[in-house]
Nanobody, 120 residues
Framework: QVELVESGGGLVQAGGSLTLSCGAV????????MGWYRQAPGKQRELVAEITNEGRTNYGNSVKGRFTISRANANNTVYLQMNSLKAEDTAVYYCNIWYCSAYGCFEDVWGQGTQVTVSS
C-alpha cells in the first residue's frame, strides 16, 4: 500500500509564493503520473498541474505562467511551486498519482489534502 504525504500549505498574502510537496511512500515500481488538484468551497475539484514520468507537464488554464510542477523520481516526490498567488487560488490542494507496484497498477491515488489560503 502506498501513502501520499503532503506538506507546504499555509496562509500567504496575495502576490506571495508557496511550495507544496508530496512524497509517495511504499512499494513502488514506477509512478506514471503525479499531479495536483484543488477544491475550493462550493466548487468542483479541478486540475492544477500534472507531470508524467518523462517530465511532460500539463497545467490548468488559471495557473499557467504562475505555477510550476516538478518531480524527483529518486524519492517519488512531486512539487508545486506557486508564485503570484491570488485570492482565488485559495483551496484544499490534493496530490494525485498513478503508480505500478508488484501488486499491479493503481490509478487515482489521493493524498489527504493541504490547505492553501491567500489573503487579499
Amino acid at each position: 500500500q502506498v501513502e501520499l504525504v503532503e506538506s507546504g500549505g499555509g496562509l500567504v498574502q496575495a502576490g506571495g509564493s508557496l511550495t507544496l510537496s508530496c512524497g509517495a511512500v511504499g512499494s513502488i515500481f514506477t509512478i506514471n503520473f503525479m499531479g495536483w488538484y484543488r477544491q475550493a468551497p462550493g466548487k468542483q475539484r479541478e486540475l492544477v498541474a500534472e507531470i508524467t514520468n518523462e517530465g511532460r507537464t500539463n497545467y490548468g488554464n488559471s495557473v499557467k505562467g504562475r505555477f510550476t510542477i516538478s518531480r524527483a523520481n529518486a524519492n517519488n516526490t512531486v512539487y508545486l511551486q506557486m508564485n503570484s498567488l491570488k485570492a482565488e487560488d485559495t483551496a484544499v490542494y490534493y496530490c494525485n498519482i498513478w503508480y505500478c507496484s508488484a501488486y499491479g497498477c493503481f490509478e487515482d491515488v489521493w493524498g489527504q489534502g493541504t490547505q492553501v489560503t491567500v489573503s487579499s
